[in-house]
Structures are given as C-alpha cells and as structure tokens.
C-alpha cells in the first residue's frame, strides 16, 4: 500500500470518528434531561445519557442504531473477509511450523477484533431493556478498557513472529 492511501484511510477513520463523537454529543446533550438524576453507567455514553432524557429519544436512538452499524458491522465484516484471504494464503505455506505461527500470530489478532467488536456489536446494537442495565456495564469495561489493555500486548509481541513468518514465506516462494 502505498504511504499516500494509508494516510488517506488513516485521515478518514480519524475525521469519521472525531465528526461521529461531536454530532453524537452534540445531539445527546441538547435533550431535556429529568431532575437531578445519575448516570447508571460506567461511562458517560450516549446510551447511557439518552436514559436520563425526559423526551422522546426514539430519533436518537434510531440514529445511534444506524451510525453503530456504519461503525461497527462494516468494518467487522470487512475484517472478517480479510482474514478469509489470509487464511487462503496461509494454507498455501508449505511447511507445518510457518502455518502454526501464522495462525496462531493471526489468531490472536482475531481474539482482539471479537472482543472489541462483539462486545461493541452487543452494547449497540441490543434492543434496550431493563434486564440488561448492569450487563452493559460489564461489556463496556471490555470494548472501553480490557480490549485497548491488550492490543498492546498482542500486537507487540506477534509482530516479530509475523515479520518472520513473512520472511519465511517469502523464501519458501
């Protein structure tokens, strides 16, 4: 890829998701909110916020629905069908050990996309009930604090595996 284009894609996810945060605040915050209530929430998110409105939040709400399957569904899938192509390239390496380190460096990478965005997926895009208050809390430490706590780890530490991997295949070719 070219430096040019991946600093296109890296300007639009920054713009997309800056431009999303502000309208989203934005919107939120301009509801009439009820007395003098508390979030019941971990964090200050939109969802959250929209329960302490006195209004109709029914737009709102229609409106998150459809930016969170912008955000979120998209994307994952474009994820998923990438790793379909990686795993078809994978299969193609001749020896055991490369395969192994390849899928396990590509698994654990995997791991972190479904955890960020299936946690994601669940937070958003549920149909709102009372039974599910305190489990949303509990899957937004995971997108919000435990999935950012390992990307870190696994993308640091598989990287090496993954250069030799490359190298590896590259001289098998």
């Known amino acids: 890829m070219h430096q040019r284009r991946c600093l296109q894609l890296a300007a639009a996810c920054w713009i997309s998701g800056f431009s999303n945060s502000v309208l989203q605040s934005t919107w939120t915050l301009q509801m009439p909110r009820c007395g003098h209530r508390k979030v019941d929430h971990f964090f200050c998110e939109v969802p959250a916020l929209l329960k302490l409105s006195c209004a109709d939040t029914t737009a709102n709400e229609a409106e998150l629905f459809f930016i969170s399957v912008l955000f979120l569904l ?3 899938t474009l994820i998923l069908i ?3 192509f990686i795993v078809q390239a994978v299969l193609r390496i001749r020896s ?3 395969r192994r380190k390849a899928f396990g460096t590509c698994g654990s990478h995997l791991i972190v996309v479904v955890l960020f965005y299936g946690t994601a997926i669940y937070m ?3 149909p709102p009930s009372p039974a599910s208050k305190d489990r949303g809390k509990m899957v937004s ?3 919000g604090i435990i999935t950012p706590m390992l990307n870190p780890l696994i993308y640091t530490l598989r990287n090496k595996e993954l250069i ?3 190298l590896l295949y590259d001289v098998e070719q």
């Open 124 to 126: 958003y895009l549920q």
């Open 74 to 76: 998209i994307p994952v």
């Open 96 to 98: 055991a050990e490369g």
């Open 164 to 166: 030799l991997l490359t």
């Open 141 to 143: 430490l995971f997108y």
């Open 82 to 84: 990438s790793y379909a």
